[in-house]
């Protein structure tokens, strides 16, 4: 319990930040698309960058555990996006977000200090590659239904191919992703300089895109449709934990440490990137915000239950 309070009710406390600086208007009108621009474009790339860059080849591809947590995600994902396109009636575009914000946590603000909070220094690892991955995975996947949703309208499928193609090419995150894939695969040293620069530039991604959704909430109703918000945040708070453990525990065989941190993982509320994805297209932007703050808010009494299941009090 000590570790959801130490670290869950710091991040809302950011979010709840920024909506109060925008009440005040301390920044201006357009300081949330800004700090977003800058998120994407500069401290997250970096931050994706330096993750993979440091971590051994050998280190990265557990693969047991690669598979529940990305079997977790990729379930979650498809799931959210049906019910969107299905059920809900929503564009193409706007079910690959409403899938983001169903299926993609807090992992690298939230997760990582958490994991290590939760279980020692050790579980660090593999929440930091549950981060990268799942980033890298969920990103790359909603970009293409995004810009899909956004450019297939009455055009030949090549051309809306290679307009997809060209997106990805150019899309930052990913782009990071590789690179930092490729550095390790290499094992090119990370210089001091270069590791310091990362660390402080990619450190400021978390904080600055925390701060965006609340100066974004400013003025807008906290759920612009409570029923696809509760959608999104049941599916984020509850079925994937659910599905993530059952394929952790039954089918894959996670070793205990990874497991735990697996299981954790797939249990935190939306992330904040979910938002700054949104805002970048300018598409569905309300709601995720809204599933963002409400699974914030929620996490700490479901995280909450889930440290205080018997047994469950780390590996």
């Keep these: 319990m000590r570790a959801v309070i130490d670290v869950v009710l710091p991040v809302f406390a950011i979010i709840l930040t920024g909506y109060l600086a925008g009440r005040r208007g301390l920044l201006g009108p357009a300081s949330s698309e800004a700090l977003n621009r800058f998120v994407y474009w500069l401290a997250l790339p970096v931050l994706l960058f330096h993750a993979l860059a440091k971590v051994r080849p050998e280190e990265i591809f557990n693969?047991?555990?690669?598979a529940a947590w990305l079997g977790g995600v990729a379930a979650v994902g498809l799931g959210a996006a049906l019910m969107a396109l299905l059920l809900l009636r929503r564009s193409t575009e706007e079910a690959s977000l409403f899938a983001m914000a169903a299926a993609f946590g807090n992992t690298g603000y939230m997760g990582i200090p958490l994991a290590a909070a939760a279980f020692g220094p050790q579980a660090a690892l593999p929440a930091a590659i549950a981060t990268v991955f799942g980033s890298a995975a969920l990103i790359a996947a909603v970009t293409v239904g995004v810009e899909l949703g956004l450019t297939a309208h009455?055009?030949?499928?090549?051309?809306?191919?290679?307009?997809?193609?060209?997106?990805?090419?150019?899309?930052?995150?990913?782009?990071a992703s590789a690179l930092g894939i490729a550095?390790?695969?290499?094992?090119?040293?990370?210089?001091?300089?270069?590791?310091?620069?990362?660390?402080?530039?990619?450190?400021?991604?978390?904080?600055?895109?925390?701060?965006?959704?609340?100066?974004?909430?400013?003025?807008?109703?906290?759920?612009?449709?409570?029923?696809?918000?509760?959608?999104?945040?049941?599916f984020k708070l509850l079925v994937q934990p659910l599905v993530t453990a059952w394929l952790a525990l039954a089918v894959f065989d996670v070793e205990p440490l990874w497991a735990a941190v697996a299981i954790l993982q797939a249990a935190l509320p939306t992330g904040a990137n979910a938002f700054v994805l949104a805002q970048r297209y300018g598409v569905y932007v309300d709601r995720v915000s809204a599933a963002t703050l409400v699974s914030t808010v929620a996490a700490v009494l479901t995280l909450s239950v889930l440290f205080a299941l018997p047994g469950w009090q780390g590996p």
């Design 63 to 66: 693969a047991p555990f690669l």
């Design 154 to 175: 009455g055009r030949p499928f090549r051309h809306v191919a290679a307009d997809v193609a060209l997106a990805l090419a150019k899309n930052p995150l990913i782009g």
């Design 183 to 234: 550095w390790s695969a290499l094992g090119l040293p990370v210089w001091a300089p270069l590791d310091r620069f990362c660390g402080i530039l990619g450190a400021a991604a978390g904080p600055c895109a925390l701060v965006a959704i609340g100066l974004f909430l400013v003025g807008k109703p906290v759920a612009a449709d409570p029923l696809e918000t509760a959608a999104m945040v049941a």
